[in-house]
């Protein structure tokens, strides 16, 4: 067979895009020639960010303008830059093409260095103070003097908790953050949401029990 390049060629960026890791990636080539769409389109190789080959010699599926692959999520675990190489035939002649995308945590771009400080900071100062009103509810608790406001300054600091999770989730991107951060919401809600609430119903029963034994 004659390989010239196609005339139109193909239309391929070098670049595919950033994806959310553990979801499946839709892989397009757009090819034509002068006149019609190219006949087929082949991937030779989808590579991890180490190199290692994911796949090899697959056959992309035909649509009314374009041809797809799906990477389904079982391959799409690992962090880090993945290459997809490959090749369109229109009848004798062939165009090969090379893309790349890149595979986050949270499908966005990795923060710069002034957004890890700005979370290092807020999780710094969110950790010292829940582990500060643990001890302050454990005063509380002993003294049985734990009232609505104790009640209150613990759950909204369990939410604040929350919120934290999903803003570092959407913007910092760490998966090493976000399970420390998600055993730790477990915690919280131990510490922060059910022993207060125990200690609330407790305090207003002892408070009960002091009156009428007053009386």
């Known amino acids: 067979m004659l390989v010239v390049p196609l005339s139109s060629a193909i239309t ?3 670049y595919l895009g950033i994806f959310e890791q553990g979801t499946d990636i839709e892989l397009i080539q757009v090819c034509s020639n002068a006149t019609a769409i190219c006949d087929s389109c082949n991937i030779s190789s989808i590579k991890y960010p180490d190199s290692s080959i994911i796949t090899s010699d697959v056959v992309m599926t035909k649509r009314s303008a374009d041809f797809n692959y799906s990477l389904i999520s079982n391959f799409t675990s690992e962090l880090g830059s993945y290459s997809v190489n490959g090749y369109c035939v229109a009848g ?5 093409f090379s893309y790349s995308f890149d595979v986050t945590t949270n499908g966005n771009e990795k923060p710069d260095g002034s957004v890890i400080v700005l979370f290092v900071i807020l999780f710094t100062i969110l950790i010292a103070g829940l582990l500060s009103l643990l001890m302050y509810n ?3 608790m002993i003294t049985w003097d734990f009232d609505a406001r104790d009640l209150i300054m613990n759950v909204s600091s369990y939410f604040v908790l929350f919120a934290v999770y999903i ?3 959407e913007y910092l991107g760490n998966s ?4 420390f951060l998600v055993w730790f919401i477990g915690v919280a809600a131990v510490t922060n949401v059910i022993l207060p609430i125990i200690a609330f119903v407790l305090t207003l029963v002892r408070g009960d029990l002091d009156k009428n034994a007053q009386s």
Not at 92 to 96: A, F, I, R, S
Not at 176 to 179: A, G, H, L, P, R
């Open 167 to 169: 803003l570092g989730k």
């Open 138 to 140: 454990i005063f509380h």
């Open 176 to 179: 090493f953050v976000d399970e």
């Open 12 to 14: 391929s960026e070098n």
């Open 92 to 96: 004798e002649e062939l165009k090969v």
